[in-house]
């Protein structure tokens, strides 16, 4: 099976002197679940960024497929001014809506208002559903349950590890515990 994430002998700093990475590899099928795990400020959500090409690495190769993203913020994630259905509308089928809305425990009526009138765990469940209706071969997750609680929590990642036959997810999490439960792998960085 192809590897649908490579990530070969990367290396990146912000500073010439001091490298978050070097000659950092990772690899990942479908199928697969891989956590990275570490410190505020150990470089987790910098490597996202390298993966997205939002930041060039000073060597080595990043090789990614067809993925979507969860961020931290969720606010962040959607315009102010659009209702979240516009919004996932624009960028997914919703053919599969009903079913994940049940799977995420979260009511369509929530999907017609403003991001700014959720909360922070109804907007995250929001973004986590317009990535998975995009059908991406890699789910890029960065603490994607960090804003639920934990029964929300748990019923989010049973969906996700659900659907381990259509994609490979890569997590970012804090969560050491989440990260054991979950992955196939773990990487401490």
Excluded at 78 to 103: G, M
Aim: with cysteine; net charge negative; proline share 3%.
């Amino acid at each position: 099976m192809r590897n649908i994430l490579e990530v070969n002998n990367l290396s990146f700093g912000y500073k010439k002197d001091s490298l978050l990475f070097e000659n950092f590899s990772i690899t990942l099928k479908k199928g697969e679940i891989k956590a990275i795990v570490g410190a505020s400020g150990a470089g987790k959500s910098t490597l996202f960024e390298l993966i997205l090409s939002s930041l060039k690495p000073s060597s080595g190769s990043v090789y990614c497929a067809n993925c979507s993203e969860v961020f931290q913020d969720p606010y962040s994630s959607f315009h102010p001014s659009y209702t979240l259905l516009n919004q996932i509308a624009d960028v997914a089928s919703l053919d599969e809506l009903d079913s994940y809305l049940k799977s995420i425990n979260l009511e369509y009526e929530l999907l017609l208002k403003l991001p700014h009138e959720l909360s922070g765990g109804q907007l995250q469940r929001a973004s986590i559903l317009r990535a998975m209706l995009m059908k991406p071969e890699l789910l890029l997750l960065d603490e994607p349950t960090s804003a639920l609680d934990n029964v929300i929590q748990l019923e989010v990642m049973n969906m996700l590890i659900k659907n381990l036959n259509s994609m490979g997810m890569l997590l970012i999490t804090h969560d050491l515990e989440l990260a054991k439960w979950c992955a196939d792998e773990i990487i401490m960085i």
